[in-house]
């Protein structure tokens, strides 16, 4: 029981995408090259002092380029399957807005997993400030329209590889956000990027060009929006 306690913690702890395995590792190392450079047994050999300098010194490179790297994408956001909650965090700040939202996805599992996310969506729906494009409604997003939600289903003949949400979609200036996963299993990883209309202009107008294809070419129900 207490390994498995201990396991689970360090899976937790882990990193779970490529870049930031490589800051830890470069770390991990970087602090065991030192702990061997003070130790006098070790540190009387010259030649094995400056190996293990050089190591030490390439381990602080990749340190410094992959922190930097993520300094620059402030947007990006790397989930693991032990961080779901804070997925839902995520979601919950994204959707609890005042704007009209669309919502891009397969079947909005995370949603209807969620009390508070279900919440969200229906006095959005209220203020018919929602839109969903989902592959197969279900008794929960009938629902939804019912109570002022434009809810658009595109049919099985279609599995999307992302999943996207567009905040401010009716509006001229949109946020938007794009998720997918990677890996599977314990190494499966999720990735959120932020986009803002403002700076990302080219990548939001192609989700919006996107929804308004499906919506007018593909969708079962509705109409353009």
């Given at each position: 029981?207490?390994?498995?306690?201990?396991?689970?913690?360090?899976?937790?702890?882990?990193?779970?995408?490529?870049?930031?395995?490589?800051?830890?590792?470069s770390?991990?190392?970087?602090i065991?090259?030192?702990?061997?450079?003070?130790?006098?047994?070790?540190?009387?050999?010259?030649?094995?002092?400056?190996?293990?300098?050089?190591?030490?010194?390439?381990?602080?490179?990749?340190?410094?380029?992959?922190?930097?790297?993520?300094?620059?994408?402030?947007?990006?956001?790397?989930?693991?399957?032990?961080?779901?909650?804070?997925?839902?965090?995520?979601?919950?700040?994204?959707?609890?807005?005042?704007?009209?939202v669309?919502?891009?996805?397969?079947?909005?599992?995370?949603?209807?997993?969620?009390?508070?996310?279900?919440?969200?969506?229906v006095?959005?729906?209220?203020?018919?400030?929602?839109?969903?494009?989902?592959?197969?409604?279900?008794?929960?997003?009938?629902?939804?329209?019912?109570?002022?939600?434009?809810?658009?289903?595109?049919?099985?003949?279609?599995?999307?590889?992302?999943?996207?949400?567009?905040?401010?979609?009716?509006?001229?200036?949109?946020?938007?956000?794009?998720?997918?996963?990677?890996?599977?299993?314990?190494?499966?990883t999720?990735?959120?990027?932020?986009?803002?209309?403002?700076?990302?202009?080219?990548?939001?107008?192609?989700?919006?060009?996107?929804?308004?294809?499906?919506?007018?070419?593909?969708?079962?129900?509705?109409?353009?929006?």
């Amino acid at each position: 029981m207490w390994g498995r306690k201990v396991k689970q913690s360090l899976k937790t702890l882990y990193p779970a995408d490529k870049q930031r395995r490589i800051v830890f590792w470069s770390q991990i190392v970087g602090i065991i090259l030192i702990f061997i450079l003070i130790t006098p047994i070790f540190s009387q050999n010259q030649t094995f002092v400056y190996i293990l300098l050089t190591i030490l010194i390439f381990c602080i490179y990749l340190y410094s380029i992959f922190l930097n790297r993520d300094k620059s994408n402030p947007k990006i956001h790397y989930y693991n399957n032990n961080n779901w909650g804070d997925i839902v965090d995520f979601m919950k700040n994204w959707l609890n807005t005042d704007s009209y939202v669309m919502v891009f996805s397969r079947d909005l599992s995370i949603v209807e997993k969620n009390n508070d996310l279900k919440n969200i969506c229906v006095r959005k729906a209220k203020n018919n400030e929602i839109g969903v494009c989902i592959q197969k409604s279900s008794a929960f997003f009938d629902d939804l329209k019912q109570k002022g939600a434009d809810v658009y289903e595109y049919g099985d003949d279609f599995t999307p590889l992302t999943r996207f949400t567009i905040v401010g979609y009716k509006r001229g200036k949109s946020s938007l956000a794009i998720g997918h996963t990677s890996g599977a299993g314990a190494n499966k990883t999720h990735t959120i990027i932020e986009y803002d209309e403002g700076t990302d202009s080219e990548v939001a107008n192609l989700a919006k060009d996107l929804i308004r294809l499906i919506v007018d070419k593909v969708c079962k129900q509705g109409s353009a929006v």
